[in-house]
């Protein structure tokens, strides 16, 4: 798996001054790197233990379709405000500076649905945990969280209450 870290573009400060930026972009054109990735992702939970995969807008979309696929499970879209056309539940969480927001249709779980949470990187976790939530909002339950990349040195696996947390590399 590290060998797919050379496939990975290394961005200093960007977006922003001190952010040293994963792009996942060049790893994603590369045919056996992308197919790593997607292998290593549907690992993340056996298919039997899952019911559905979210992907959390925008790079979780990226991959979390073709993981659904893989564990021949359908996808459910985790969406910025103002994006689903029906009834939503919403989740606000902290920012650094700030709050954000997050949208799912109010129908896509089922109370006692199991469902893997899936995105580009784990950083603080402020993101994940809000998903999580959106989640348990709906009678679902987490199954596991997969992502490609998890900064180790920001914790953001504390933010996710003992979740199970499958992490393709780290940093
Ligand atoms: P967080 O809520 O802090 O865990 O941030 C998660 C989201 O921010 C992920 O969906 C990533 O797309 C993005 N992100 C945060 N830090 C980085 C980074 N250093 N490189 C690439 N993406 C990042």
């Not at 987490?142 to 180790?152: H, K, P």
């Amino acid at each position: 798996m590290d060998n797919l870290k050379q496939l990975i573009r290394e961005i200093p400060d960007w977006p922003k001054p001190g952010i040293l930026f994963y792009d996942i972009t060049t790893l994603m054109k590369d045919q056996a790197g992308l197919a790593a990735v997607i292998a290593g992702l549907q690992t993340a939970v056996k298919p039997e233990d899952v019911d559905a995969v979210i992907g959390i807008e925008a790079r979780g979309f990226f991959f979390a379709p073709t993981v659904a696929h893989a564990l021949g499970k359908g996808f459910i879209p985790v969406r910025k405000p103002k994006k689903l056309p029906a009834a939503t539940e919403s989740v606000e969480y902290a920012l650094e500076y700030g709050t954000d927001k997050l949208e799912i249709h109010r129908d896509a779980i089922q109370p006692g649905q199991r469902i893997l949470i899936v995105d580009d990187v784990l950083a603080t976790g402020g993101t994940a945990a809000a998903v999580a939530q959106l989640v348990e909002k709906l009678g679902g339950r987490v199954a596991g969280l997969a992502f490609v990349i998890e900064l180790d040195f920001l914790n953001g696996r504390q933010k996710l209450n003992g979740h199970h947390i499958h992490s393709l590399l780290h940093y």
